[in-house]
């Protein structure tokens, strides 16, 4: 453990300075000014499903540039009282996933709100984009702040916020955000965004400190960024500059949930030591799941589920 000790001890002490630049507070006001003026114009439409005991909705509404964002919405039949609900955004490249992979929950007597992220799974994306496209949604609209990729998707997955805040069966002060990886990261920003979840569990999240993620990255979406900049050094200093509004790192003061994060010292997607810097500007109450032998599944082990469902019990 010596040598896993140490390394602990040198990411606990890594605390990164900001990227923040002066019109970062206002450019997210402006942001969420503009979307929640937006009708979220919700469409429910009730799925027959053979297990009885939960009650299924196909539910679409509208995200960011009146987009339409598509999500199951699944509850137990006949709450006794207020439901707890979890809001679930999945990886890149995945999507909301099988109705029957949230029992785990649903039995625990959880509402469940799963999101397509926009362009993934059934939720298309009609929006403009006006640069960036190497085969990759890491790039598009890199240049153009209020045009790229993930000022959409995380004012997409805020708006999944709205909606369970509007449904009069959800206890509105135990609400809990969960992803893993692009997930994990929209968990995180929404809660920067929205104060309203009281619990966020983001499985080792991307978008955390993205200069030093981009430098020791060796897969997923951000190798995608560094080939655009090598193809454009011309844009180096803007695509920085564009991303560091779309940087964990400068949203981590803003999270007032209680929060658990989850890091894998062999993930060679979501390096560790910018998942720990990001997570040491955090000052709500927080933890943290170390893995110094696992890698980008380690969320997936049964070990670590079992985990999560204790701490969100004991925490929401």
């Known amino acids: 453990m010596r040598e896993i000790d140490a390394l602990i001890r040198e990411y606990e002490g890594y605390r990164p300075e900001l990227t923040r630049r002066e019109d970062f507070n206002s ?8 979307c929640n003026s ?25 995200g960011a540039y009146e987009t339409p964002i598509k999500a199951f919405y699944i ?11 979890i809001i679930f955004y999945h990886g890149y490249g995945g999507s909301k996933g099988s109705i029957s992979q949230y029992m785990t929950w649903l039995i625990q007597g959880y509402a469940v709100l799963t999101v397509d992220c926009r362009g993934m799974g059934e939720t298309g994306d009609d ?37 369970i805040m509007e449904q009069s069966e959800i206890d509105p002060n135990a609400v809990c955000l969960m992803g893993s990886s692009l997930g994990g990261g929209i968990a995180m920003a929404v809660a920067a965004l929205d104060s309203r ?42 695509v920085l500059t564009n991303l560091s509004y779309f940087d964990i ?19 060679l997607i979501c390096p560790p030591k910018p998942i720990f810097g990001v997570y040491n500007h955090i000052t709500s109450e927080k933890s943290m799941e170390i893995y110094p032998f696992s890698g980008h599944d380690a969320p997936g082990t049964p070990s ?9 019990n004991t925490k929401l």
């Open 27 to 34: 450019f997210w006001d402006n942001a969420l000014s503009g």
């Open 38 to 62: 937006i009708p979220l114009r919700p469409r429910i439409e009730e799925i027959k499903y053979p297990i009885k005991q939960v009650k299924v909705e196909r539910i679409i509404y509208q």
């Open 75 to 85: 509850k137990p039949v006949d709450p006794k009282e207020k439901l707890k609900c």
């Open 127 to 163: 929006s403009k984009y006006s640069y960036g496209n190497t085969g990759s949604w890491a790039t598009q609209g890199l240049l153009v702040k209020e045009e790229y990729y993930y000022y959409k998707v995380w004012l997409d997955c805020k708006r999944a916020v709205d909606f």
């Open 197 to 238: 979840p009281a619990l966020v569990v983001a499985e080792v999240p991307n978008m955390c400190d993205i200069e030093l993620t981009i430098k020791q990255k060796m897969e997923g979406s951000l190798v995608e960024i560094e080939k655009f900049m090598k193809l454009h050094p011309e844009y180096m200093e803007k």
């Open 249 to 267: 790192l400068n949203h981590a003061s803003n999270i007032k949930s209680k929060i658990r994060v989850s890091v894998a010292f062999k993930d």
């Open 304 to 312: 670590h589920i079992e985990k999560t469902i204790y701490y969100v």
